[in-house]
Every structure is written in C-alpha cells, then in structure tokens.
C-alpha cells in the first residue's frame, strides 16, 4: 500500500491497487443488501471480499491486507471510520456518494464493476438488482455516459472482443491502462482468429479439389466398365 495521499484531481488517472478496489466494492455493495448491518467491520469486510458469488475473480485474503486496503481508502477519503459508544469494534462506511457526487444509480454500478470485473449493459442491469431497479439498459447506459463523462473519468468502454457483438464496460479506479490491456487483448484475440479462417477456408478448397478428383476417377472407372459391354 502506497504511504503518500493519492489525489483524483482533474487530469489525473485513479490508481487503486486490487484490494482496495475490492473493498470498495464491497463497502458499496453492502450499504444497498444489508443496510441493517451497516457500516461494516474488518471482519464482515473479510468476509464480503472472499465471497464466492457474486467476485470475479474469487479472492481469499485475511485481515491484514483487508485492514491496509482500509487504512489507505480513510486516506483518500474514500472511507471513513464510524465510531459508536455501543460498537464493541471499528466500523466503516464507504464515502463514495460524497467524494465523487454519485447517486444511487451510478454507486450500483460502480459496485458490480469493481466486483465482477467488465461487464456489458444488460449484465451490469442485471446484477444490480439488489442494490438499484434500473427500468432498462438505456437507463445504465445513461449512467454509464455520465461515469466516463466525469473528470477523470470512471469508468470507459472496452474494444469488442472477436465474435462478441456487445460492448463492455470497465471501471478505471485501477487506472486508465486498463483499457490499453484489454485493447492489446482484443488485437492478439483478433490476430489469433485470422490465421484458422484462411486455415479453414484452405482445407475446404482442398477438399472440393479433392472430391472433383474422385468424380473424374469414377467417370472413369464407370466409362471403362461399360466399355465392357459394347
């Protein structure tokens, strides 16, 4: 974990390392499903962060790493410690709503991003169920504009992958290379692909070479035979 304080000002990129943006998410996601248990301690945050649904990828971290992704989000002011006189442990909200003036609509989806990973439109409708209604993709995608509109942006649109037809999405709390990774991805997928097309098109050739060569060798076994009985 970083020491210094990060900053997000305008032309800067986010630069949060897999933990904390895990964290995050889960912050996020559990002030919609379990408002009654909310803010989170370390543990319940361990907890949420090894969740085998609903993470990609599955993680299995304890409280020390957990505690430092804590530390250093209160840093950035993305997280805050709520001290209560009857709480017998720390607990912590996510500030996320007031350090980046995001409504209910766009901390959801920012939340299936950063657990799930990229995710396309109707995926991110769906997934986010639990935590906002959207009435249709054209109201996430509208979130999604306004998120990559913002300065710096937060989230952005990834190149298609070969034979896939809709566009995905990914947060950039990680930074803005992350869209250079996936669009070297796409370009090795789509190189990758190009070869076994012209492969396949050149067995199919000879193929039909092949099968027109039987045909002549049959006309000719067949004219031979009733050559027999002229």
Same mark, same amino acid.
């Given at each position: 974990m970083n020491d210094t304080i990060p900053t997000t000002d305008a032309g800067e990129s986010f630069d949060l390392d897999p933990v904390e943006i895990r964290v995050l998410g889960v912050l996020?996601?559990?002030?919609?499903?379990?408002?009654?248990?909310?803010?989170?301690?370390?543990?319940?945050?361990? $907890?949420?962060?090894n969740q085998l649904t609903g993470r990609e990828p599955v993680m299995a971290l304890d409280q020390d790493p957990?505690?430092?992704a804590v530390d250093s989000l209160i840093r950035r002011k993305l997280v805050s410690r709520?001290?209560?006189?009857s709480a017998r442990v720390a607990k912590y909200e996510h500030q996320v709503r007031l350090r980046h003036s995001l409504p209910p609509d766009a901390q959801a989806v920012m939340a299936v991003l950063m657990l799930r990973g990229p995710q $396309?439109?109707?995926?991110?409708?769906?997934? $986010?169920?639990?935590?906002?209604?959207?009435?249709?993709?054209?109201?996430?995608?509208?979130v999604l504009e306004h998120l990559a509109d913002k300065y710096p942006p937060m989230v952005a649109p990834l190149p298609r992958m070969p034979g896939t037809k809709e566009i995905r999405y990914a947060h950039l709390l990680g930074g803005n290379d992350?869209?250079?990774?996936?669009?070297?991805?796409?370009?090795?997928?789509?190189?990758?692909? $190009?070869?076994?097309?012209?492969?396949?098109?050149?067995e199919l050739e000879d193929e039909v070479r092949r099968l027109r060569e039987?045909?002549?060798?049959?006309?000719?076994e067949f004219e031979r035979f009733r050559a027999q009985f002229d």
């Open positions: 996020v996601e559990k002030s919609f499903v379990t408002p009654d248990t909310y803010p989170l301690s370390i543990n319940a945050i361990v $907890t949420g962060c957990v505690q430092e709520r001290d209560s006189a $396309t439109p109707g995926e991110i409708r769906q997934r $986010t169920d639990r935590m906002h209604a959207f009435a249709d993709i054209m109201a996430v995608e509208a992350v869209v250079d990774r996936y669009s070297a991805s796409a370009a090795t997928a789509a190189a990758g692909a $190009t070869p076994p097309a012209r492969g396949r098109t050149a039987e045909v002549v060798w049959l006309r000719g």
